[in-house]
């Protein structure tokens, strides 16, 4: 990695587009959290909040498992190659190419519709079974059949969700591939917002406080509101992405070809994607089950994820989004050399800005929760079980945002098979980690294990596709990596002297101790960046000066 230090970073117009992503996604984040926080005030974390989380879960995990991991893994990069395959063809071929390409993209478009029709349907006919699955070894401080009776008629609304998730995914990929990243990025803020008013609605349907699990099976209008919320938020996020696509020059028809070679490529390229999904969803429903439903930890480990994607979604989503067509590109054109520039720019990009997230996510992990969600039926105990699971999560986001990116380069390789056995690993040491540590610190445990299972399995993707792309050294890597560390470093001793002598864990004290720590963190990590020198900082500055 001789290069000039330009020549590692995007073009200006790759700067645009993180800032368009990285927009849309803080404020659909933001959004989200407003909308959990609204539910915590209302319903608390009781076994109802638990059956909630599983149910609504339902619907993420069927559609990964069947169709999403299918899209987001392989569509972008086919897209993109569709797009690129022929950017060199003589003014003769180029309409008949276009045509080709717009074929396949409308054979691809067709079939997955009728894919995510019949999986939803066939989910919707399992609903019981499959709230089961996440309920299998519930508290027993709680009515099971109770319990399992509500969560199944929760999950029937919520699995509507499933063609929503695939319309969106399927819209997603096409807008990216043209690098049009608006929509996506925006458009999940209005689910939000119509999920935030169905729940407002809530207390004017019952005299529970909090709500219980009664209010699901005998209130009609607490139960459709408490589900539909969720899912005409999907819904309205799902048309407006759909709305999107048809503004660009894809004029797509329903015309589902089951046997276009494109169609039969993308499952070619999904079938290890398959098994990715599959290895996820197993995890999943062994963490909820540890989490014992039904006694609040499942809720509990759920928001504390909630709040360390915000993080990771406003800042290293954004990067991968917008990187990931680019690397498609440079491996279509079988640029070794500039692959692996953009993907070591990629990843030090990532490194500066999750670092410092994941260790303000440690120290502050207690005063957050009760700011921001310990209000109304969420109480005392409910804020120190939850700031127990992200203060064992926080250190997991390093690893998890560079694991995900680092993926995103095999798969802009047309590589799904390689993720597969890196995921299946990750998985495996997940539920070691967890069988491990549970028994001991409870939800705590279950956090810890997130965190070493995806460490150590980002520094192996890394060494894995160095042996791929030899020309990506992860030693340069991550020597490049270490004026980062020692400015993170710096910074959470700074957060950790200032959260010690200032504010307290809850109320205005934890908007003293929070509001200090980001101010002096933030400010301490800016400096230590320029005395270390990181190359970053000066690279995004004189972009934005460029824009501007």
């Given at each position: ?11 200006s117009?790759?700067l ?33 909040a ?15 498992l ?27 071929d ?7 390409d ?33 309920s ?32 969106s995914?399927?819209c ?5 591939s ?5 929509a996506?990025?925006?458009?999940p ?7 935030i008013?169905?729940?407002l609605?809530?207390?004017?349907t019952t005299?529970?406080?909090p709500?219980?699990?009664?209010d699901v099976?005998?209130n ?12 005409l ?5 799902a048309?407006v ?39 996820n ?21 759920a928001?504390?994820m ?20 680019e ?10 050399i ?51 699971a ?5 250190l ?11 993926l ?26 967890a ?32 042996v791929?792309?030899e020309?990506l050294?992860?030693?340069?890597v ?7 560390v ?14 010690k ?5 809850y ?19 800016w400096?230590a ?7 970053e ?12």
């Amino acid at each position: 990695m001789s290069e000039s230090r330009s020549s590692l970073y995007p073009e200006s117009g790759l700067l645009r587009s993180n800032l368009t992503v990285a927009a849309g996604t803080a404020l659909s984040r933001l959004t989200g959290l407003a909308r959990i926080i609204i539910f915590g005030v209302i319903v608390g974390q009781t076994a109802l909040a638990d059956a909630f989380d599983a149910a609504n879960n339902a619907p993420n995990a069927i559609y990964e498992l069947f169709i999403g991991g299918v899209l987001s893994a392989s569509l972008v990069p086919l897209f993109t190659r569709y797009s690129s395959d022929h950017d060199g063809d003589h003014r003769a071929d180029h309409s008949a190419n276009q045509i080709a390409d717009h074929g396949a993209t409308e054979a691809i478009f067709s079939v997955t519709l009728v894919a995510l029709v019949v999986c939803t349907g066939l989910a919707i006919l399992a609903a019981p079974q499959i709230f089961h699955l996440f309920s299998l070894y519930p508290s027993a401080g709680i009515d099971v059949a109770q319990f399992r009776s509500a969560g199944t008629m929760l999950t029937r609304i919520f699995l509507v969700q499933i063609f929503f998730y695939g319309l969106s995914a399927l819209c997603s990929a096409l807008l990216n591939s043209r690098r049009k990243f608006f929509a996506a990025a925006w458009s999940p803020v209005l689910a939000n917002c119509v999920a935030i008013a169905f729940l407002l609605l809530l207390p004017l349907t019952t005299t529970s406080s909090p709500p219980s699990l009664l209010d699901v099976l005998d209130n009609q209008t607490f139960k459709l509101l408490l589900g539909l919320g969720s899912t005409l938020g999907i819904a309205t996020m799902a048309i407006v992405m759909y709305l999107s696509v048809r503004t660009t020059d894809l004029k797509l028809r329903f015309r589902p070809n089951f046997s276009h070679p494109a169609v039969g490529q993308l499952l070619r390229l999904s079938l290890w994607t398959l098994g990715y999904v599959v290895a996820n969803q197993i995890a999943l429903v062994v963490i909820k089950n540890l989490a014992s439903p039904g006694s609040g930890n499942v809720d509990a480990y759920a928001k504390a994820m909630v709040l360390l994607q915000l993080p990771h979604g406003l800042l290293a989503v954004s990067i991968a989004t917008t990187f990931m067509p680019e690397l498609a590109r440079r491996s279509a054109a079988r640029d070794e050399i500039g692959f692996a520039q953009q993907m070591t720019s990629g990843l030090r990009l990532t490194a500066m800005l999750v670092f410092p997230s994941g260790i303000g996510l440690l120290i502050l992990s207690r005063p957050i929760i009760g700011l921001v969600l310990q209000h109304g039926n969420f109480d005392v105990a409910a804020s120190i079980n939850t700031g127990r699971a992200l203060s064992g999560m926080a250190l997991g986001l390093i690893g998890f945002s560079i694991y995900l990116f680092t993926l995103r380069g095999f798969y802009a390789r047309n590589d799904a098979r390689t993720p597969f056995f890196i995921n299946l690993f990750e998985n495996a040491l997940n539920i070691i980690f967890a069988f491990a540590l549970v028994g001991r610190y409870g939800v705590l445990g279950l956090g810890l294990a997130f965190s070493l299972a995806y460490i150590v399995a980002a520094l192996v993707a890394l060494v894995v596709l160095h042996v791929k792309v030899e020309v990506l050294s992860v030693p340069s890597v991550l020597r490049s990596l270490s004026p980062i560390v020692a400015a993170t470093v710096v910074m959470g001793a700074a957060v950790y002297l200032c959260a010690k002598f200032v504010g307290t864990d809850y109320g205005l004290g934890a908007l003293a101790r929070v509001g200090s720590g980001l101010a002096v963190g933030g400010t301490v990590y800016w400096l230590a960046l320029i005395v270390f020198k990181v190359d970053e900082l000066r690279d995004l500055k004189s972009r934005l000066r460029r824009k501007n």
